[in-house]
C-alpha cells in the first residue's frame, strides 16, 4: 500500500503574512477598544437615566399644587 503524494502548500502572499501579525498585535488593541466602547455606552445610559430623573422633579416643583 502506498501513501499519497504529499502536495507542497502554497506560501503565503506577503500581504496575507503581514495581516496575520496584525491580528495578533491588534487583538488586545480591539479589546480595548471594545471595553471603552462599552463602557461609554453604560456612561451614557447612566447620563440619560439622571436626566430623566432631573426632568420628573423638575416638572414635580414646577408644577402648581392644589
Do not use: C, Y
Not at 3 to 14: G, K, L, N
Not at 22 to 35: D, I, N, P, V, W
Not at 53 to 65: C, D
Amino acid at each position: 500500500m502506498q501513501a499519497a503524494p504529499v502536495r507542497a502548500t502554497a506560501i503565503p502572499s506577503f500581504s496575507t503574512a503581514l495581516r496575520a501579525v496584525e491580528s495578533l498585535l491588534m487583538s488586545s488593541g480591539q479589546r480595548t477598544a471594545r471595553r471603552n466602547a462599552w463602557t461609554s455606552v453604560l456612561e451614557d445610559r447612566r447620563r440619560a437615566k439622571d436626566r430623566v430623573e432631573a426632568q420628573q422633579i423638575l416638572e414635580r416643583v414646577l408644577t402648581p399644587g392644589p
